[in-house]
């Protein structure tokens, strides 16, 4: 029995952590700031779709992700784990924790065990683990298994980590910048597996990542966090449609765009590419194509640069004009 | 793997068979490692504790007390630093794994229970060694360390202490660890406090360890039956399983980045 791919339900959460000194594995001391990392977050994530997570460093992904994985709980409001109508408080509740795979930039392992074992404890308590997927991915990564994760790169640690979301099946998967350290090779072969197999195995996947322009061909749904908020919860089809690109000589692309608001412009020679806020009518797209100027998407990256800028230059920010 | 529609029985089936593989996971992990790193322990003691008298022995000496009575002072503190270093390294990735706090509690008890008991028989062994070694080399043999009132039960007291004494203070270690993760190091240490209390009580009760000579030095402690000593150390095992699950019900693993 597999239960079908989970959902998520937040409702106005608040998350507030005070300051604290705490001792690393390495016997150092250091302090995390007091602070409020979520602000009244309410957001659905729908069953059975890929959606990234996104947000500037502090933005609060981690503390998202961490809820739903009931490694934290919200200091008010409600979060809500499962699947169909079965949505449950995940804080100590062995029925959602189960079914949710979190997997952080550090791979929470056993550090000081060989990886194997670590994968031993996984595989014991993973009830749909696929022990000839982890030990293929191991290969296509590069990962002895037999080494301890102390010995490994960062990157290779990041590997065992995406290694271990993939291979616990679980109805909802959340890779948390487990990217991390690795190389492009190992990052576009990760992102081959995601999508090989999301296909095979359909289930939720919450991916946050930097790396935008890299992961949002991945996206179904987007999420972008600012500040502890939620400034976008949509499709990725429904935020293509927040703008396009023009890009061919200036002048010609100086025409077409007119007075649309422009969210990014990049320049090399006599070649300007331009993303435009709003979708171009008949009358642009056929221009466009009788001046040579090429009609593009929007890339996700550039109104995610927007979204989160810290000011404009008419003095709002980002997320203000957006709202 | 096909996704299917649950129902509210298999859902709760569900549960129970990983929450039940959850406890055994962790009490196979804390539990093999308390009693593979003790079995290396108590073989040193075995060793010291014949090797010691047969040297005083040849150099001509006789012995008052045994060797022994060094690994039923170390036996607890070694249990508290093994609970420790258990509860660190499985904590995080058994949560990440999908284990709840309650079972990484329950099978954190059970290994601590099984390696007092494993302890508790080791202690028994080897006092029963040295006694016969020193009626083999016609010394008069004293028992040192516990000193409740047990008469002739005086073994299965001593084996009977030494368990519920290795089970609180590993108990209290792995508290200290979770408490550490959760509060940081100014309040983890502060909560030092109450399990350090625990540790001064079951000493107290099993009229053994280094807090039970210091309070009686003090001269604070005088005898204690067996039965109410045992029947206290029993209570303060109690508060330490309580104390766990204190620190470990309000578990959060916090970001880092």
């Known amino acids: 029995m597999t239960p079908a791919p989970f959902g998520a339900r937040l409702d106005d959460v608040v998350v507030r952590f005070g300051a604290q000194r705490r001792l690393t594995a390495d016997g150092t001391a250091v302090k995390d700031e007091a602070g409020t990392a979520l602000d009244g977050v309410t957001l659905d994530l729908r069953p059975g779709v890929i959606t990234g997570v996104l947000g500037r460093n502090g933005a609060g992904k981690s503390t998202l992700l961490t809820l739903l994985a009931a490694f934290n709980r919200p200091t008010e409001g409600t979060v809500r784990v499962g699947a169909g109508d079965l949505l449950e408080d995940p804080w100590e509740n062995p029925w959602v924790t189960a079914n949710v795979q979190l997997v952080r930039e550090s791979g929470d392992l056993m550090d000081d065990e060989r990886v194997s074992e670590t994968f031993k404890y996984y595989a014991d308590l993973r009830p749909y683990w696929d022990a000839d997927l982890a030990e293929r991915l191991l290969d296509t990564f590069e990962v002895n298994p037999r080494k301890k994760p102390t010995a490994l790169s960062r990157g290779k640690r990041s590997a065992v980590g995406a290694t271990i979301g993939l291979a616990a099946r679980a109805p909802l998967t959340i890779l948390d910048e487990v990217y991390l350290g690795m190389d492009a090779p190992t990052r576009y072969a990760f992102y081959d597996e995601i999508l090989a197999d999301y296909a095979e195995h359909p289930r939720t996947i919450l991916l946050s990542s930097h790396l935008v322009e890299e992961v949002e061909r991945l996206f179904e749904d987007v999420v972008v966090l600012h500040r502890g908020k939620v400034l976008l919860a949509e499709t990725a089809e429904e935020m293509q449609a927040r703008g396009f690109s023009l890009t061919g000589p200036v002048a010609a692309v100086e025409s077409l765009a007119g007075g649309r608001r422009e969210l990014h412009r990049q320049r090399l020679g006599a070649t300007v590419q331009v993303t435009l806020e709003g979708a171009p009518d008949g009358d642009t797209a056929a221009a466009a194509r009788a001046a040579g100027v090429e009609l593009g998407s929007l890339p996700l990256q550039d109104l995610f640069v927007r979204l989160t800028q810290p000011q404009q230059a008419d003095g709002t920010s980002g997320a203000e004009v957006r709202r | ?257």
């Open chain 2, 1 to 257: 793997m096909t996704a299917t529609t649950v129902t509210r029985a298999e859902r709760d089936t569900f549960a129970a068979r990983v929450h039940a593989r959850a406890v055994r996971r962790v009490a196979r992990y804390v539990g093999s490692v308390t009693l593979v790193i003790g079995a290396v322990f108590w073989g040193i003691f075995l060793v010291v504790t014949v090797a010691v008298p047969l040297i005083v022995r040849q150099a001509g000496g006789v012995m008052g007390g045994g060797a022994m009575t060094g690994a039923e002072y170390a036996a607890p503190w070694f249990a508290l630093s093994l609970g420790t270093i258990a509860l660190a390294t499985v904590v995080v990735p058994h949560l990440a794994a999908g284990g709840t706090r309650r079972s990484m509690f329950v099978g954190a008890l059970v290994a601590a229970l099984v390696a007092g008991v494993a302890y508790g028989v080791a202690a028994m062994l080897l006092l029963l060694v040295e006694r016969s070694l020193f009626g083999a080399l016609g010394w008069e043999w004293e028992q040192l360390g516990s000193g409740l009132d047990a008469g002739d039960a005086w073994l299965v007291v001593s084996g009977a202490g030494t368990a519920i004494g290795v089970a609180v203070y590993m108990l209290v270690g792995m508290a200290a660890q979770a408490t550490y993760r959760t509060n940081g190091v100014w309040r983890g240490t502060a909560l030092l406090l109450p399990g350090l209390a625990l540790l001064v009580l079951v000493d107290h009760a099993t009229r053994s360890g280094a807090f039970a000579d210091a309070l009686g030095g003090l001269g604070l402690v005088g005898d204690q039956p067996a039965g109410a000593g045992l029947l206290l150390a029993l209570v303060v095992l109690a508060l330490a399983a309580a104390w766990l699950w204190w620190q470990l019900r309000v578990l959060r693993l916090r970001p880092t980045r």
